[in-house]
């Protein structure tokens, strides 16, 4: 048996954080314990400083333990346990990504609709700025409120021209600020 090395600090703190820092023999936690890093296999029979060799023990539990390895399954039901969170984590965070990306398809339909109306009553596309502008008030405002301010600024401001239509399509913001936030219908 040669000389044993500590734990980096960087690896403890690692396993703690995995373990909540709790001692997963016993379940006390820290700052109600010293908490220590024990080898499920010890040094002495072969064990690894490997993460998937290591748990989280308190000090009693950790001395009282020495180098044998513990008969009962506790630990592998810890790490199972802790396997199924893991999986549980990654199966929300799968979700959430579907979710966002099912979010930007209702978006990106919605500023279609909009830019759709525009062009129907214009003639004119919007720009890919206009589209991004578009996006911004959606999530601000809501869709309906964004295609109610559209139809109000072009059949306001929009005179079948360039300048006219730059200059309605700039008053959608404010006028979707001032229905939500001053109760007023079309008041710029």
């Not at 802790?82 to 978006?107: F, G, P, S, T, Y």
């Amino acid at each position: 048996m040669g000389k044993r090395k500590s734990l980096p600090k960087s690896t403890r703190f690692e396993v703690f954080k995995r373990d909540s820092f709790t001692c997963q023999y016993c379940g006390r936690s820290a700052p109600d314990v010293i908490l220590e890093v024990d080898h499920i296999v010890p040094v002495a029979s072969g064990g690894t400083d490997d993460v998937v060799n290591l748990v989280t023990s308190c000090r009693d539990c950790n001395r009282g333990k020495g180098a044998r390895e513990l008969s009962d399954d506790a630990v592998i039901k810890k790490q199972k346990a802790q396997l199924d969170d893991l999986n549980a984590k990654r199966e929300q965070a799968e979700m959430m990504a579907q979710w966002r990306k099912m979010l930007q398809d209702v978006i990106s339909s919605q500023v279609d609709a909009i830019a759709d109306y525009i062009t129907c009553i214009t003639g004119s596309w919007l720009s890919a700025e206009g589209e991004r502008n578009m996006r911004t008030l959606i999530r601000r405002f809501g869709f309906q409120e964004v295609y109610t301010a559209t139809e109000i600024a072009f059949e306001k401001y929009y005179h079948d021209d360039d300048a006219s239509w730059e200059y309605a399509f700039s008053k959608i913001g404010g006028i979707c600020y001032n229905r939500k936030f001053r109760g007023c219908e079309d008041w710029v």
